[in-house]
């Protein structure tokens, strides 16, 4: 038995059935769908913008993976790193575990102030957009039949019944702030960039990847008996798929403003986009910035953050 671990990178929205660290212990999520905004390159390229009328670059949805975790290789060499591209796919996972039961599904919330784990560490919409429950999402987001149209999800992840959905790789060293244009009153504070499923004592777990168009399906099969392994699931820009080769002394990465943040406000329907614009009566959409740095240089520059939103019915 081993451990398997996906990380959700990239500008994906997170929608649970039941609202994210809710005071009532007793209410919490069952499911949650990972929304990637659908920025993949158009044939002819098609400028994007977003609400704020702001240059939006292109992203694409991908599953990073070692070709070696995989239980058949086929005639791929097992050192190397793969890149599937995943457009117009719902994925979700099957898993093989013992005991029965070791991996009900659950988030990580209502943890110690100190934990580094907790799913608060994600930046609510809540806190960006005053009264922001009456905004809602597009409904093609959760779409099936017929497949939601392209230009509003490239691809989804569902997670329900297995793992624990918890933040991963947060750096307390570096506080966010918001601009306050759309009244949301977001306190300065370190947020995440990267959030985990985990599954424990499995033997296999396999990808299961649906055809957003046609409802065909197809699954990976990874091989966790006596080894753990790390896949990452994202919705990235082009320069995240590129290596970095490092060459000589480290040079310490200034950080910057999340211009990518842009994106998840696509998600939003008509009306919800319509109230967004007259709020912020042509100042710019409020997007994460490094307010302060604790300890100096030197730290990873954040980019492409994640979004947690209100319920959903899905």
């Known amino acids: 038995m081993g451990e398997f671990t996906a990380v959700f990178s990239g500008v994906c ?3 649970p059935d039941v609202e994210f660290n809710d005071p009532d212990v007793t209410k919490n999520p069952t499911k949650v769908m990972v929304l990637m ?4 390159p158009q044939t002819p390229p098609l400028p994007k913008h977003a609400l704020d009328g702001e240059a939006l670059r292109d992203h694409a949805p991908f599953v990073v993976f070692k070709t070696g975790d995989l239980v058949s290789l086929g005639q791929l060499p097992k050192d190397a790193e793969t890149h599937l591209f995943v457009n117009r796919k719902e994925l979700s996972f099957e898993i093989d575990e013992s005991p029965a039961g070791s991996n009900v599904f659950s988030v990580s919330q209502r943890l110690p102030p100190a934990s580094d784990e907790d799913f608060r560490h994600v930046v609510h919409v809540k806190e960006i957009i005053k009264n922001s429950t009456s905004f ?3 409904p093609e987001c959760f779409q099936s039949a017929p497949p939601p ?3 509003i999800i490239s691809a989804r992840v569902r997670l329900e019944t297995f793992g624990l959905l918890s933040v991963c790789g947060l750096d ?3 506080e966010f702030d918001f601009a306050n244009t759309l009244n949301g009153g977001f306190a300065r504070r370190a947020l995440a960039d990267q959030v985990c499923v985990k599954f424990v004592k499995v033997t296999q777990v396999r990808l299961v990847l649906k055809d957003l168009d046609t409802g ?3 699954k990976m099969a990874f091989n966790t008996d006596g080894r753990n392994v790390k896949i990452v699931i994202g919705n990235l820009c082009g320069d995240s798929l590129v290596p970095v080769i490092k060459r000589g002394a480290q040079v310490p990465v200034k950080l910057a403003r999340d211009e990518d943040f842009r994106w ?5 329907d008509a009306t919800a986009a319509t109230a967004i614009q007259r709020t912020l ?7 994460p910035f490094p307010a302060f740095v604790n300890g100096g240089g030197g730290l990873h520059n954040v980019q492409c953050m994640g979004m947690a939103l209100h319920a959903q019915a899905f």
């Not at 905004?37 to 993949?40: K, P, R, T």
């Not at 009566?281 to 997007?287: A, G, Q, R, V, Y």
């Open 13 to 15: 929205g997170f929608a």
């Open 37 to 40: 905004v659908d920025g993949v």
């Open 136 to 138: 809602k999402l597009k």
């Open 149 to 151: 149209p392209v230009g």
């Open 172 to 174: 307390p060293l570096v």
């Open 216 to 218: 065909d399906v197809e």
């Open 264 to 268: 998840l406000y696509q998600l939003f």
């Open 281 to 287: 009566n042509k100042l710019p959409l409020p997007i």
